[in-house]
C-alpha cells in the first residue's frame, strides 16, 4: 500500500484550483500576440481534470470517512477593543461532496473546453472566451473547495463577474450586454441577503470558518440569543442561492442569459454556476432550522412548478432547456427543503451531466443550422446528426426520469422524499407538485425532441447544409451521455441506496441547530437517544440521525413512489407523442381552447412585465413623483422666501466672499504657506543650515530643561 | 576575546570582501563589469551568516566586567538582513545607472565605499558602546561623503558632497561632546553600564539632559529627522540616484536601529506587564520623540508639496517617513517596535522601488523633472503602472503594503491611548496624498508639450521590477509573514 497522506491531497486540491487562473492570466495577456494560446488554457483544464481524477480516487480510496482541512491564518489582530477576538482564517475542506463536486465541474469545464474549440472558431474574441472561462472554472472551484464563508462570499462574486463576462461576450448585441446586466444584478439582490447573513454570523460567532460555527451552534450558542435569529440568519444565506441558482422569484436572468454562447450555458448555466446555489445550501444544511427549511421547500417547490409551466410553450430550444434547469434545481432546493439531503446532492450531480449534454447538443444543432434557435423551424434532424439525436435522446430520458439512467434514481429519491415528508409531516402538496412536474418535464422536453430530430424538415434549405459535427464537439456529447446511464452510480437501476454513491459517498450531517427547532422526524426518538460523546470532538462529523417513524416512512415511500413517477413520465412522454409525433390532437387547437393559460405559459407568467412595471417602473415613479415634488412644493418654497432672501444674500454675499470664502482659501493656503516657510529654511547654504541646528537644540534644551 | 569572533562573522565577511573587491579592482582593471557581481555574491555570503544570529543574544568582546563593546541578538540580525537586502538591490540598481557611466575607470572605488558604508551600519546597529557607535557613525559617514560626490562631473554633485561633509562634521562634532559628558559623568561608555549607573540620584540631571540631546543630534543626522535634516533635500537631489536610495533607506535603517537600541538599553528601568516601557526619570523621551516626529512628518509632507524634482520630492517624503518611523518609538513599547520593523520592512522595498524607477525614467528621457513626466504613463505602460503602486503603497492607501505598515503603527498609538497623536499623522497622509498623487496627475492625465516615444526597461530590470512591485501587492493582502518575521526580530539583548 502506498503511503498515503493528507497534504498530498490538499497539494492536488490547491493544484487543481489556481490552475485555471494561471491559464486565464496567460491566456488574457497573450491573446493578441500569440494566436495558439488558447491550446495552453485547454492543456491547463486538461491537467486540471486529471488531477480532479486522481484526488476523487485517493480521497473515496484513502479517507473515505474524513474531512480533510487545511488552513491558515490570513490575519490576526488579536484582541480588539469593543469587539473581541479579530481573525480569519483561510483554508480549503475536503470531504466527499467537495471532491466529487470538483470533478463534476473539471470534467464538464474540460469538455466544454473542447467543445468550444470548434464551436467558438472564427469568433473575433477567440481566445479571450478562452481566457474567461479559465477564470470561471477558478471562481467555481474555489466555492467548492473553501471552508469558510468569506472565501465562499469572495469566489462566489467572482463567479457572478466571471458569468458576466462569458454571458455578455457578444456585447455589440444589445441583447446580450442587456442579458449580462440583467444576471449581475438580479444576483446581486440576492448576494446582498447572503452578504448579511455572512456578517451576523460573524458578528455572533467571531470567526468565518463554517465548522466552528456550525460546532458552536451546536453548543447552544445562537445569534441574539433566539433560534427566530437563527432561522433569519439560514434565510439571509439562503437568499444568496436564490439569486444564484435562479430560485423564484429570482429565475428571470437565466433565461435571458442563454444570449451567451451556448458552451457556456452548458458550463455556467446547467452544470456549475447555478448548482453553488445548491452546493451553498448543503453547506450550511446543518444550521438550518426546520422553520428555514420549510421555507425553502416551498421556494423549491414553486421554482420547480412554475418553470415547467413556463416551458411547456416556449419555441426556442435554449429556453426550454434554461426553464427545465430551473425547475430541475428547483427539485433540488425541495429535497433539501423536506430534509432529503442526500437526493438533493445527487440530483445535483446527475443533472449537471445530463443538462450539460443536453445544452452541448443544442449547441451542436444551433452550429450546423447556421445559429437556428426555433425549434418549429426544425425538423427531421434525426438522420443528418445520428450522434447528436441518439445523445440528446439519453439525456432526455435521464431527465424524464426513465428507468435504467441516473435521472431515474436521483429524481425517483427525491420524490420518495417529498412522499415522506407528507407522510411524516402531513404537507402533500410537495409531493403532489413533485409528482406532477415530473409528468410536465417528460412532456416537454419529449415535444422538444420531436419537433428537432423527428418529423418531416420545415427549412429545407437549412436542412440540406446541416451536417453531424466534427469529433471535439461529438466527443463531449458521448461522454456526458454515457455518465448518464446508472451504472455509474449503483449496480441496482432500482435502487440508488444500494450504489456505492449513497450508502458510502455522501452522507447527510448532523442537524447542529437545537432540537426544539428542527423538524419533528429529525429528532432522534427516546429509545434512539444515547449517552452525549464527551470525547466528541470538534471536527469529526456525526450522520444524521432521523426518528424511526421517518425512516419506516421513508422505506414505505420507496415502491408507490417509484410506480407514481413511472407513471408520470410515461404519461408524459405518451402525451407528447400523441400530441406531436402521431398528431392525434393538435396542439394549436388545445391551446385556443385554453387560451388564458396558454398565454400565461406563453408570456412567462408575465414575471417580466410585472417586474418592469413594479420595480423598474416603481423606481422611475418614485424618482419621477419626487423630481415633481422637488419641482412645485420645493421650488414654490424657494420661489416664496427667494425675494425675502434677497435683502438678506447681499449682507450675506459679503459675509460669503470676505469670511467663508477666505475661510476655504485660507486653508488652502495655509497648507501652500507652511510648505514655503519650510522651504524657506532650505537656503541651499550649509552655514544656515549649520546655525539652524545649534539655534534648535537650544531651544529643544529649553523644552525639556524642567525634568 | 578570541572566543566572540563567531559573533561577529557577518562584520569579517564583509571586510574580506571589502579587501577582495579592492584586490580585483587592481588587478582586472579591464573588467569592472564584473565587479557588481562579486559584490552581490559577498552579500550573500554576509546573509548566511545573518541568518544565523538570529538564534544568538549575547555580548560580543566582553571585558572583565561581562559587559561588551557589541551584542549579537535577532533585533540586530534583522537591520542587518535588511541593510544586505537593500545593499543587493542597489548593486543591482548601479548596473544600469547612467549616471555612473561618467565614471567608469573608479567603479572598483564606488562598490568597496558601498562595502564601507555596510561595514559601518552593521557595527551601528549592534554597537552598545559610545565609542563604537562614534566610530561606526563615522565610517558609514565618510564613506557616503565619498559617495554623494562620486560622480564629480555637476556641480551639484559636487556641492551635495562639500555640504555633506560640512553638515555631517558639526554633527558628529556635536554628538562626540555629547558623548564626552556621558563619559564624564558616568566613569563608562558602555551603554548597559551607563544605564545602572544614571538610575543613581547624585547625577546632574541637567548635564544628562544636555548630553542626551547631544547624542540624539548625531543620530538625528542619520536618520534626518527634523531639526537636524536641512542636508537631506541637497544632498538627495544632488548624489547619484542609486546612493540617494541608498541613504533614504539603509541609513536611515541603521540610524533608528542604533537609535532604539541606545534610548532603550540606556534609559529604560523595567517594562511593565503591558510591555510599555518604564523611563529613568531623567529626561522625558516621550514628548521629546513626539515633538521631534510631529514636526519631521509635518515638514517633510508640506514642503514636499511644492518640489517639482522628483528627487527632491522624494527626500521630502523619506523624511516625512522617518517622522511616521518615529511614532513606533513615542509609543515606548515593544508592540512601537513591531511597529517599526514592519514598517521598515515595507519601506525599505517601496522606497528602492520607487526611486528605482526614477532612475529607469532617467536614463530614458534624461530628466527627473515632474513636468517632463507628463504622458509617460502612457508611453511607458509597465513603469509607469510599477511607479502608481508605489506611491500609492507610500501613501498608505490597501490593498498595498504601505497601509499594512501604517495600520500597524496607528494600531500601537490607539492601544497606547494617543489618539491625538495618530489623527495628527492621519491628517499628514491626506496631505501626503497630494504629492504623491500629483506625480500620477502628471503621468496619465496631463498632455506632455512633445511627441514622447514609447519605451520599456530591458528584461533584467523589468526582472527585478517586479522582484519590488509583487511583494508590495502580495504583503497587502497577505501580510501574516511579515507580522511573524517582525514578532522573531523583537528580541533585543538585555531584555
Redesign the interface.
Known amino acids: 500500500m502506498i503511503n498515503m497522506n493528507e497534504s498530498i491531497l490538499i497539494n492536488l486540491a490547491l493544484v487543481i484550483l489556481f490552475l485555471p487562473v494561471i491559464g486565464f492570466i496567460v491566456a488574457l495577456f497573450l491573446a493578441k500576440k500569440v494566436k495558439k494560446i488558447f491550446l495552453f488554457e485547454n492543456f491547463v483544464i486538461i491537467l486540471a481534470f486529471i488531477c480532479s481524477v486522481a484526488l476523487l480516487y485517493l480521497k473515496l480510496t484513502y479517507f473515505q470517512s474524513k474531512d480533510i482541512v487545511s488552513e491558515?491564518?490570513?490575519?490576526?489582530?488579536g484582541n480588539v477593543p469593543l469587539f473581541g477576538k479579530l481573525s480569519v482564517e483561510l483554508g480549503i475542506l475536503l470531504d466527499n461532496i467537495s471532491v466529487i463536486m470538483l470533478f463534476a465541474v473539471a470534467l464538464i469545464s474540460m469538455l466544454v473546453h473542447l467543445f468550444s474549440i470548434e464551436y467558438m472558431s472564427g469568433d473575433k474574441r477567440y481566445n479571450r472566451y478562452f481566457a474567461y472561462l479559465g477564470i470561471f472554472t477558478f471562481s467555481m472551484n474555489g466555492i467548492v473547495l473553501t471552508h469558510n464563508f468569506l472565501m465562499m462570499y469572495i469566489f462566489w462574486e467572482l463567479v457572478g463577474l466571471s458569468s458576466y463576462l462569458l454571458i455578455g461576450f457578444w456585447y455589440e448585441k444589445k441583447s446580450a450586454s442587456d442579458a449580462a446586466k440583467k444576471a449581475f444584478i438580479v444576483n446581486r439582490i440576492g448576494d446582498i441577503g447572503m452578504f448579511s447573513g455572512i456578517l451576523m454570523l460573524f458578528t455572533t460567532y467571531h470567526t468565518f470558518t463554517s465548522d466552528k460555527i456550525f460546532y458552536q451552534i451546536s453548543q447552544g450558542a445562537l445569534p441574539f440569543n433566539s433560534e427566530f435569529w437563527l432561522t433569519v440568519t439560514g434565510l439571509l444565506l439562503f437568499c444568496g442561492a436564490i439569486g444564484k441558482s435562479a430560485q423564484f422569484p429570482l429565475h428571470v436572468w437565466l433565461p435571458d442569459a442563454m444570449e451567451g454562447p451556448t458552451p457556456v450555458s452548458a458550463l455556467i448555466h446547467a452544470a456549475t454556476m447555478v448548482a453553488a446555489g445548491v452546493f451553498f445550501i448543503t453547506r450550511i444544511f446543518t444550521m438550518l432550522t426546520g422553520d428555514a427549511l420549510f421555507v425553502i421547500a416551498v421556494i423549491g417547490a414553486l421554482s420547480a412548478f412554475i418553470p415547467a409551466t413556463i416551458a411547456l410553450t416556449q419555441n426556442d430550444i435554449k429556453k426550454v432547456l434554461a426553464y427545465s434547469t430551473i425547475s430541475q434545481l428547483g427539485y433540488m432546493i425541495l429535497a433539501l427543503g423536506v430534509g432529503a439531503y442526500t437526493f438533493a446532492f445527487f440530483h445535483l450531480i446527475t443533472h449537471a451531466f445530463f443538462k450539460a449534454c443536453l445544452f452541448l447538443g443544442s449547441g451542436s444543432v444551433i452550429h450546423n443550422m447556421h445559429h437556428e434557435q426555433d425549434i418549429t423551424k426544425m425538423g427531421g434532424l434525426r438522420k443528418k446528426m445520428p450522434v447528436t439525436y441518439t445523445t440528446f435522446l439519453i439525456s432526455s430520458l435521464a431527465i424524464s426520469g426513465v428507468p435504467l439512467t441516473s435521472g431515474f434514481l436521483s429524481k425517483d429519491g427525491i420524490l420518495a422524499g417529498t412522499y415522506a415528508f407528507g407522510y411524516a409531516t402531513g404537507h402533500w402538496l410537495f409531493a403532489a407538485a413533485g409528482f406532477f412536474v415530473a409528468m410536465l418535464t417528460a412532456f416537454y422536453m419529449f415535444r422538444l425532441i420531436i419537433l428537432t430530430f423527428h418529423g418531416q424538415p420545415k427549412d429545407q434549405h437549412k436542412f440540406e447544409h446541416a451536417h453531424e459535427s466534427k469529433f471535439v464537439m461529438a466527443m463531449p456529447l458521448v461522454v456526458l451521455a454515457v455518465l448518464s446511464i446508472f451504472i455509474f452510480y449503483t449496480p441496482n437501476p432500482f435502487n440508488p441506496e444500494q450504489g456505492w454513491f449513497l450508502s458510502k459517498w455522501i452522507k447527510a450531517p448532523q442537524i447542529s441547530v437545537p432540537e426544539n427547532a428542527r423538524y419533528s422526524f429529525m429528532k432522534p426518538d427516546a429509545a434512539q437517544k444515547t449517552e452525549p460523546d464527551v470525547n466528541k470532538s470538534e471536527t469529526a462529523k456525526q450522520e444524521i440521525v432521523y426518528s424511526e417513524t421517518y425512516t419506516e416512512a421513508l422505506h414505505h415511500a420507496h415502491i408507490p413512489a417509484m410506480l407514481l413517477s413511472l407513471l408520470m413520465a410515461a404519461s408524459g412522454i405518451l402525451l407528447s407523442f400523441l400530441f406531436y409525433q402521431w398528431k392525434k390532437f393538435d396542439p394549436d387547437k388545445l391551446a385556443e381552447r385554453v387560451k388564458p393559460l396558454y398565454k400565461l405559459s406563453y408570456n412567462k407568467w408575465y414575471f417580466d412585465e410585472i417586474y418592469d412595471a413594479v420595480f423598474v417602473a416603481g423606481t422611475v415613479g418614485l424618482s419621477k413623483s419626487l423630481a415633481w415634488f422637488d419641482n412645485t412644493i420645493i421650488d414654490g418654497i424657494v420661489n416664496f422666501t427667494a425675494d425675502f432672501t434677497r435683502i438678506f444674500s447681499k449682507l450675506s454675499g459679503k459675509f460669503d466672499n470676505i469670511v467663508v470664502d477666505g475661510l476655504v482659501n485660507f486653508m488652502a493656503y495655509l497648507?501652500?504657506f507652511?510648505?514655503?516657510i519650510?522651504?524657506k529654511?532650505?537656503t541651499?547654504k550649509?552655514q544656515?543650515?549649520?546655525v539652524?541646528?545649534i539655534f534648535?537644540?537650544v531651544i529643544?534644551?529649553f523644552?525639556?530643561?524642567t525634568? | 576575546m578570541t572566543n566572540s569572533l563567531y559573533l561577529v562573522k557577518p562584520e569579517i565577511v564583509v571586510t574580506i570582501v571589502l579587501v577582495c573587491i579592492i584586490t580585483f579592482n587592481l588587478i582586472f582593471k579591464d573588467k569592472p563589469q564584473a565587479l557588481p557581481w562579486l559584490s552581490v555574491i559577498g552579500l550573500m555570503i554576509t546573509s548566511y551568516f545573518v541568518v544565523e544570529q538570529f538564534s544568538y543574544n549575547s555580548f560580543a568582546f566582553a571585558s572583565t566586567d561581562y559587559k561588551g563593546l557589541l551584542v549579537t541578538d535577532p533585533f540586530g540580525a534583522f537591520f542587518k538582513i535588511l541593510i544586505v537586502l537593500s545593499s543587493v538591490i542597489v548593486i543591482l540598481f548601479s548596473i544600469s545607472n547612467k549616471e555612473l557611466d561618467s565614471a567608469a575607470d573608479r567603479l572598483g572605488e564606488y562598490y568597496s565605499l558601498i562595502f564601507g558604508m555596510i561595514l559601518g551600519m552593521f557595527f551601528m546597529v549592534s554597537a552598545a558602546d559610545l565609542i563604537l557607535i562614534y566610530l561606526s557613525v563615522e565610517l558609514l559617514s565618510l564613506s557616503s561623503y565619498v559617495l554623494a560626490g562620486f560622480t564629480k562631473n555637476t556641480l551639484r554633485n559636487s556641492e551635495a558632497s562639500?555640504?555633506y561633509v560640512?553638515?555631517g562634521g558639526?554633527?558628529s562634532g556635536?554628538m562626540l561632546f555629547g558623548i564626552s559628558i556621558v563619559y564624564g559623568l558616568t566613569g563608562t561608555t558602555n551603554l548597559y553600564e551607563i544605564n545602572s549607573l544614571i538610575q543613581a540620584p547624585q547625577i546632574n540631571?541637567?548635564t544628562l539632559?544636555?548630553a542626551g540631546?547631544?547624542i540624539f543630534?548625531g543620530i538625528g543626522f542619520k536618520i534626518s529627522v527634523a531639526?537636524?535634516h536641512?542636508?537631506t533635500?541637497?544632498v538627495y537631489e544632488g548624489a547619484p540616484v542609486t546612493i540617494t536610495a541608498y541613504l533614504s533607506v539603509a541609513s536611515k535603517a541603521a540610524g533608528f536601529a542604533l537609535l532604539i537600541r541606545f534610548i532603550k538599553v540606556t534609559f529604560i528601568k523595567s517594562i511593565n506587564a503591558e510591555g510599555y516601557w518604564q523611563v529613568i526619570?531623567?529626561?522625558?523621551w516621550k514628548?521629546?520623540f513626539i515633538?521631534i516626529s510631529i514636526i519631521t512628518m509635518?515638514?517633510g509632507n508640506?514642503?514636499?508639496?511644492?518640489q517639482n524634482n522628483m528627487k527632491r520630492l522624494l527626500a521630502y517624503s523619506s523624511i516625512a517617513h522617518a517622522g511616521y518611523i518615529m511614532l513606533g518609538l513615542v509609543v515606548m513599547s515593544n508592540e512601537g517596535i513591531l511597529a517599526i520593523i514592519i514598517y521598515f520592512t515595507v519601506y525599505a522595498i517601496m522606497n528602492l522601488g520607487a526611486f528605482f524607477i526614477v532612475m529607469l525614467i532617467a536614463n530614458k528621457i534624461g530628466s527627473e523633472e515632474l513636468d517632463d513626466y507628463k504622458g509617460l504613463g502612457y508611453s511607458t505602460p509597465v513603469l509607469g503602472i510599477s511607479l502608481a503602486i508605489f506611491l500609492i503603497s507610500l501613501t498608505g492607501l490597501p490593498p498595498t503594503a504601505g497601509f499594512i505598515a501604517k495600520l500597524y503603527l496607528f494600531?500601537a498609538l490607539v492601544d497606547a491611548k494617543m489618539i491625538g497623536v495618530a489623527i495628527i499623522a492621519l491628517l499628514n497622509t491626506v496631505?501626503s496624498l497630494y504629492y504623491y498623487i500629483r506625480v500620477l496627475k502628471n503621468m496619465y492625465l496631463d498632455k506632455p508639450g512633445k511627441e514622447i516615444p514609447k519605451f520599456s526597461a530591458s528584461i533584467p530590470n523589468l526582472v527585478l521590477l517586479i522582484a519590488l512591485v509583487a511583494p508590495i501587492i502580495f504583503f497587502g493582502i497577505?501580510?501574516?509573514p511579515v507580522?511573524n518575521l517582525a514578532k522573531s526580530s523583537l528580541t533585543l539583548f538585555g531584555f
Open positions: 491558515f491564518q490570513w490575519i490576526d489582530f497648507s501652500g507652511i510648505g514655503l519650510f522651504r529654511f532650505q541651499g550649509v544656515t543650515y549649520v539652524l541646528v534648535s537644540l529643544l534644551l523644552l525639556f530643561k525634568f | 562639500l555640504k560640512i553638515y558639526v554633527s556635536i540631571q541637567i539632559l544636555f540631546i547631544l543630534t531639526p537636524f536641512f542636508w533635500p541637497d526619570n531623567v529626561i522625558d514628548s521629546f515633538l509635518t515638514l508640506f514642503a514636499a508639496l511644492w494600531i496631505v497577505y501580510f501574516s507580522v
